[in-house]
């Protein structure tokens, strides 16, 4: 199965039109929250990224609530919204975890969760399934401008309790591109440009 993998799109129709036409060669369009921007716009990607004619599963960014992404998406019935849930998708499961995790320091607008909140979320979380978490595990490809680790406690316990085959994430925009391990399970923070992943290999 070939996975496209994708986030932090905030708006960016353009980005979110070239995903569309690089989906042509791929099974699954894998979206790692952050379409809209500060709660607002929400439907310029999601509109765009309709067209396409695989299969999507989706999380909500800190950008936007699940609640909004779910709305803007009624339309669009080959996505799946994802976010403490999962779904099966010839064969491969993927589980969701949307917001920001921990707590971001944008104030009342960021749609976040605490690491315990974040933990319930994720208990559900099966073996070796595709795990796509807005913010990434804390420790893999979670650096700032700043050179901080930003990521999240809560995800990384579940990647060593589940060894995904895969994680997907965004969140950190400094580490857009980047690819890491936790123990056996690759770590991806996919960014606006798109990456081709095929899980077979």
Known sequence: MKLLLFSDLHCNESAAQRLVKLSGDVDVLVGAGDFASVRRGINICIDALKSAKCP?????????????????????????????????????????????????PFGAWSYDFSEDEACKLLSSCPERCVLISHSPPKGAVDVSSSGKSLGSTAVKEAVERTWPVLVVSGHIHESAGQ?????????????TDGIVWDLTS
């Open 179 to 191: 690819t890491a391990h936790i123990g056996r399970s690759p770590v991806v923070n996919a960014g």
């Open 56 to 104: 999507a599963v989706l999380v909500p960014g800190n950008n936007e609530s699940l609640e909004e992404l779910v709305q803007a998406c009624k339309s669009w019935p080959k996505a799946h919204v994802l976010h403490g849930t999962k779904a099966e998708i010839q064969g491969v499961t993927f589980f969701g975890l949307g917001g920001g995790v921990p707590v971001t």
